[in-house]
């Protein structure tokens, strides 16, 4: 089974402090992407990422940068986070394949607060 | 500008009934459709998907609708159990073929399944 692992469940920061969230698949995909839920909203994406040192905008990209240095790691920075950034964050993986699309395998999700 | 719309937040249905969790979207480039399934504290797993050229896919208890003239979807689940007690994202994608499309994900609605 394809594995996506986040760093941390929980995380207390506080308001002004660089965060680093970490994620790291374990089944050589090249697609990764870092989403945020929140309730009423859904599932937004924030930043992707289709190879290594590529990175895209996605829909809310405002206050996070993303870093890509090897395939199997996608970290997500809130460079001065602020309490609009507590959320839940999730980080999901996927190899593109012609002979079908499974969707994507999502870690379990690192539960922000910012104080 | 919500391209997939779950105009349901909530839903609560008895133990052993039907339950129906509706998503509509707007894009009609739109070419393949997927279900997850979240429950608290984790991450979205995958449940089932449909391509625009069907109509129906069918899973044990799971079976997915698309009426693409009215671009619309369901999910249905027969018979529901408690542990079916969870959010569930319709997601959206352009592509069937490849993978490195990113998925837009509904509001989610939040299925309670009480015996």
């Known amino acids: 089974d394809v594995k996506v692992t986040q760093s941390s469940r929980y995380l207390v920061k506080r308001t002004g402090e660089k965060v680093f969230l970490e994620c790291v698949q374990d089944?050589?995909?090249?697609?990764m992407f870092w989403y945020r839920q929140d309730p009423g909203l859904g599932l937004r994406l924030i930043y992707f990422s289709y190879d290594v040192k590529m990175k895209e905008k996605g829909d809310i990209p405002e206050g996070y940068s993303v870093s890509r240095e090897k395939k199997e790691r996608f970290s997500l920075i809130l460079e001065s986070a602020s309490t609009n950034q507590t959320s839940m964050y999730l980080c999901a993986s996927v190899r593109p394949d012609a002979t079908g699309n499974y969707g994507y395998t999502f870690g379990s999700g690192t539960r922000l607060t910012v104080v | 500008d919500q391209q997939v719309k779950q105009n349901s937040p909530s839903l609560s249905v008895q133990e052993g009934r039907i339950s129906i969790l509706n998503c509509d979207y707007t894009n009609s480039m739109f070419d393949y459709f997927l279900w997850y399934k979240k429950y608290p504290a984790e991450g979205p797993t995958f449940l089932i998907s449909i391509s625009s050229i069907k109509d129906k896919n069918e899973d044990g208890r799971f079976t997915v609708f698309l009426n693409k003239s009215a671009k619309h979807l369901s999910l249905h689940i027969v018979p529901s159990q408690p542990g079916d007690s969870a959010v569930y994202f319709c997601?959206?994608?352009?592509?069937?073929?490849?993978?490195?499309?990113?998925?837009?994900f509904g509001t989610g609605t939040r299925l309670q399944v009480f015996p």
């Open positions: 997601a959206a994608s352009p592509s069937t073929l490849y993978n490195t499309d990113k998925l837009i």
């Open positions: 089944m050589d995909h090249e697609n």
